[in-house]
């Protein structure tokens, strides 16, 4: 069948196959991750509703599977594929394929860590786990949703780098507002952590705050 006759939920990957993905709307590369329409509606009705509703790309990334899976015409498989898709996104804009990563200033730490983190519409806090050389031997998310002291708890921040032998650690949450600015219980928080990480003989690097292109560092603060 000529590609002109083709039903136009397909159309895109043909126009993918033969143009590049660069050739294409967001719209239709959306359409291409929900794979088909429902009844009355193709593919790309969907995606273009979805961005509509939404108002940006960038906006629908950063939504949670549960409500995209509310969505008309996504539904709980394909809103899995979606967010899949996203966070596959986010985790390559921010590792260096076969490089040994290095943590030693808020630069580097934000390179890391922004792309994962910025667009996010809840907070999570998480932490980075460096060896002696500050090199990164593994991050962990410890908690999501409003930051405080009963979600953040130094038990559940510093068994992780016990367990891996970690000789200092980086500790990092974003601002879902977008604004970096460290709130008072941010501050708080830290100081916590902070005050039990010397008693376990442990170094916090520093706590980055990041936020929609920026980023505030609480050792720059002086805080730490």
């Given amino acids: 069948m000529p590609a002109e006759r083709w039903p136009e939920a397909e159309r895109p990957r043909e126009r993918l196959y033969w143009n590049g993905p660069e050739a294409l709307a967001d719209a239709e590369l959306l359409a291409i991750q929900l794979g088909s329409g429902i009844r009355g509606k193709s593919a790309i009705d969907v995606a273009r509703e979805v961005l509509a509703a939404y108002g940006s790309l960038a906006d ?5 599977v549960a409500e995209l899976a509310t969505v008309s015409g996504i539904g709980p498989a394909k809103a899995a594929r979606l967010v899949a898709a996203f966070e596959l996104t986010r985790r ?3 590792r260096i394929p076969g490089a040994r990563v290095t943590l030693s200033g808020p630069a580097e730490v934000y390179a890391a860590y922004g792309p994962l983190m910025e667009d996010l ?3 999570v806090f998480r932490i980075a786990l460096l060896d002696a050389q500050n090199g990164l031997l593994h991050d962990r998310v410890i908690s999501q949703g409003t930051l405080s002291a009963s979600l953040v708890h130094p038990r559940d921040v510093f068994k992780p780098a016990i367990l891996e032998s970690a ?3 980086i500790l990092l949450h974003n601002h879902p507002s977008g604004d970096p600015t460290p709130s008072r219980e941010d501050v708080r928080l ?3 952590l902070v005050e039990c990480a010397r008693l376990l003989d442990l170094r916090i690097h520093d706590h980055l705050v990041i936020g929609r ?4 560092s609480l050792a720059e603060k002086g805080i730490i």
């Fill in 60 to 64: 629908v990334a950063g939504r949670e």
């Fill in 92 to 94: 390559l804009r921010a």
């Fill in 121 to 123: 519409k809840r907070e």
């Fill in 167 to 169: 000789a200092s650690v």
């Fill in 190 to 192: 830290t100081r916590q």
């Fill in 213 to 216: 292109g920026r980023f505030v």
